[in-house]
C-alpha cells in the first residue's frame, strides 16, 4: 500500500470494503455510519505531540440521514456519531501506519460544548497522535477536536483505539 497524506471520500469508501489496507486489515465503515468526506492531511510526525496527526472533514446538508430520525422537529446531528468519527479516524491511522487487524473503540474522555444543525455547514476532526503502543497490543491513543463552522464543540482526550485480530 502506497500512504498518501490526503484521501478522498470514494477512496475513502474504497478502505470500507477492506481495499485500502488489505483483507482483515483496518476498514472504515460504509455510508451512512462513515462519518467524514475526506482525510485532508494524515502524517506520522509532527502534531502536537509529534507523534503525527489527521484532519478530517465532512460536508453538513439537511439531507444528512440522522436529521430527519434525531429529534423530530428538533433536528441534531447525534453526539456518539462525532465521537465515533474520531475513533474512526484513530484507526484509519493505525492501519495506514501499517498495523495488521481492525480498528477498536476503547474509551477516552470527551466534552460535548454545542450541537451540529442542519445549517451548519461543515465538520473539521482534529486528531494528535499522542502515542502509539507497538508491543503485543496495538494501540492509538489521541487527543482530538471536532469543530462545526470554526467553533469547538467537541473535545476529547486520550482517546484510544486497538488492532484486533479476532472477531
Not at 506520522?44 to 509529534?50: I, L, M, P, Q
Not at 430527519?68 to 474512526?88: K, R, S, T
Amino acid at each position: 500500500m502506497k500512504r498518501q497524506s490526503s484521501y478522498s471520500r470514494d477512496e475513502l469508501i474504497e478502505c470500507g470494503h477492506g481495499n485500502l489496507f488489505g483483507p482483515g486489515n483496518a476498514q472504515l465503515p460504509l455510508p451512512p455510519m462513515l462519518m467524514m468526506d475526506r482525510i485532508t492531511n494524515i502524517k506520522d510526525d509532527g502534531g502536537s505531540y509529534g507523534n503525527g496527526e489527521v484532519v478530517a472533514e465532512l460536508d453538513i446538508s439537511p439531507e444528512l440521514w440522522f436529521f430527519d430520525c434525531h429529534f423530530e422537529n428538533d433536528p441534531v446531528m447525534p453526539g456518539c456519531l462525532g465521537l465515533d468519527a474520531m475513533w474512526q479516524l484513530l484507526g484509519f491511522f493505525l492501519g495506514w501506519k501499517g498495523y495488521p487487524g481492525r480498528g477498536r473503540a476503547r474509551g477516552g474522555e470527551i466534552k460535548f460544548n454545542g450541537t451540529v444543525i442542519p445549517s451548519a455547514k461543515k465538520i473539521i476532526y482534529e486528531l494528535q497522535i499522542s502515542r502509539v503502543l507497538d508491543q503485543r497490543l496495538k494501540m492509538g491513543i489521541a487527543d482530538a477536536t471536532m469543530t462545526v463552522d470554526g467553533r469547538e464543540i467537541y473535545r476529547a482526550t486520550n482517546l484510544r483505539t486497538v488492532m484486533t485480530t479476532s472477531l
